[in-house]
């Protein structure tokens, strides 16, 4: 019976999405223009649709693929990281997910164990946190400085370190400022 299913504390603690929430709410009301997610309205680039018809024409994903994803995938990943980025990768070290949200909370839980501390920038992205909470992780928030773009404040991530942070967290562009950290 489903009343008598037990949440996991885990699951529990991580807090309702303000993006989803805004979404239920916006569905109550008549004539709402939403605009709090990316959702193409044209469909997927006809070269998009090409590729993906001659894969599946091929038998190479008619099914299940190989959990890491395809190897020829993986082979041209390995490429462009070589080429474009000077990334020594071969495809045994690529893993393809079907976006970034689950790529990024595969590589939280493989990392993060219960207790380990995650460093975010502060604002993040919600699901960025939930991520670390549902590894049982610790989310820790270094501020971005606002009067210069949200940049990262380097040294107050180096104040947050302690021995328990596992990771730092970041993306760039982060979300939901757009800020672009620069290399250095």
């Given at each position: 019976m489903v009343e008598n299913l037990r949440i996991s504390?885990?699951?529990?603690?991580?807090?309702?999405?303000?993006?989803?929430?805004?979404?239920?709410?916006?569905?109550?009301?008549?004539?709402?223009?939403?605009?709090?997610?990316?959702?193409?309205?044209?469909?997927?680039?006809?070269?998009?649709?090409?590729?993906?018809?001659?894969?599946?024409?091929?038998?190479?994903?008619?099914?299940y693929s190989e959990s890491a994803g395809l190897l020829e995938l993986r082979k041209e990943n390995a490429n462009k990281l070589n080429r474009d980025n000077h990334i020594d990768a071969n495809p045994d070290q690529i893993l393809v997910t079907v976006g970034a949200i689950e790529g990024i909370a595969s590589a939280v839980l493989a990392v993060v164990d219960p207790g380990d501390k995650v460093i975010l920038p502060s604002p993040t992205y919600s699901t960025h946190s939930n991520q670390v909470l549902l590894a049982s992780g610790k989310p820790v928030?270094?501020?971005?400085?606002?009067?210069?773009?949200?940049?990262?404040?380097?040294?107050?991530?180096?104040?947050?370190?302690?021995?328990?942070?596992?990771?730092?967290?970041?993306?760039?562009?982060?979300?939901?400022?757009?800020t672009v950290f620069s290399e250095q």
């Open positions: 504390n885990r699951i529990r603690q991580i807090p309702k999405s303000a993006i989803h929430e805004m979404t239920r709410l916006s569905k109550q009301i008549e004539d709402v223009a939403f605009l709090s997610w990316t959702k193409p309205t044209s469909g997927a680039p006809v070269h998009i649709r090409e590729v993906t018809t001659e894969v599946i024409n091929k038998g190479l994903m008619d099914g928030f270094a501020p971005t400085i606002e009067d210069q773009g949200f940049m990262l404040d380097i040294e107050a991530v180096r104040k947050i370190i302690t021995p328990k942070t596992k990771a730092i967290l970041h993306c760039s562009p982060i979300n939901p400022t757009g």
